[in-house]
């Protein structure tokens, strides 16, 4: 080549040219972030888990629980349920209410998912009203038989606050989705 001329782009392996591109810093920025935004949300929820406790069991007429990237399975025996509140992060929860007697002057129960499965089985006698926000959900409520029930029956008021969560509130007798 004759002096003062540009010699050409240096060649590189095929494999290498993705690491040119303008965005690569931008992904893995976002990627890093995102990693780190997850990493902090699992300390946050193991340092939680050691300090909230939970309290109630299947006597409890009210509930307080608390689970943390842990399963809970309670099935209520209570004589006089009052409602109460649940707590679920990165967690699978079942709770079943049929057999427990409501409360004559009703029952609200407080439900908050993050990133969790929830499952409410309710008796069919009781009457269910549903208040929700949030984001990312998928919340399936299969309660037959409302409308039959009398004017005077017991209500259970549930509020869910459900981000990244499902949540399954069924009076169905075998307590599972209809295919």
Known sequence: MPEGEDSPPAWRPPSLRWATRPYDDVVRRVALFLLGAFGGMVAAAVTARS????????????????????????????????????????????????EALIDPSGAALELVALTSAVTILIPPTWRVSVRARGAAQAITTELDGQDALPPGAPTLAVRLLVVGSAVELSNRPDGHRSA
């Not at 007429?61 to 025996?77: C, K």
């Open 51 to 98: 300090l909230i406790g939970s309290r109630g069991d299947e006597a409890s007429d009210e509930l307080g629980l608390v689970t943390i990237m842990d399963a809970l399975d309670l099935e209520s025996r209570s004589v006089a349920f009052r409602g109460g509140s649940v707590s679920a992060w990165m967690a699978s929860v079942d709770i079943d209410l049929r």
